[in-house]
């Protein structure tokens, strides 16, 4: 299959800026159409795919760079283990980002149920800085 630069940066909900800075640098291979314009291919997709997981991870693109340019290079037991370590770091990267995605679920968790019971009456809108009165005013440990 082959896609436009517009397709693909609808694909991987990117900007076509983005899809060019990535074929620019080599991160990402395209072809030329009889117009100069970037075709991109299946293997493209492949490769975005890691890139969007590498970066997802929190990557720096000289991390990526380096990852893409790794794969490029003839398979040898030097190189796989090159591959994994980044693959290995990206995925400790991954996980801390993990913890705090859950954290952030959590606190978001407990001001829906707060906000739903101030709705409910239950509760006083201390949430409002503006109506603080000493009475009201949350305390912090």
């Not at 929190?58 to 370590?85: K, V």
């Not at 400790?92 to 709705?119: G, P």
Request: glycine share 4%; hydrophobic share 35%; net charge neutral.
């Amino acid at each position: 299959m082959r896609y436009t630069i517009k397709q693909m940066a609808e694909k991987f909900g990117v900007t076509e800026h983005t899809l060019r800075f990535y074929t620019d640098s080599g991160l990402l291979p395209c072809e030329r159409d009889a117009g100069n314009r970037r075709v991109f291919t299946d293997e493209s997709v492949n490769w975005m795919r890691g890139i969007m997981c590498l970066k997802g991870c929190g990557a720096s693109i000289e991390d990526i760079r380096e990852y893409c340019r790794l794969c490029l290079l003839p398979e040898s037991r030097e190189n796989l283990q090159a591959r994994y370590a980044i693959i290995l770091r990206q995925r400790e990267e991954a996980e801390k980002r993990l913890v705090e995605a859950q954290a952030t679920v959590e606190y978001m968790n407990a001001k829906v149920a707060h906000y739903e019971a101030v709705l409910a009456g239950d509760a006083p809108d201390d949430t409002n800085p503006r109506t603080w009165t000493n009475e009201n005013r949350p305390r912090h440990s």
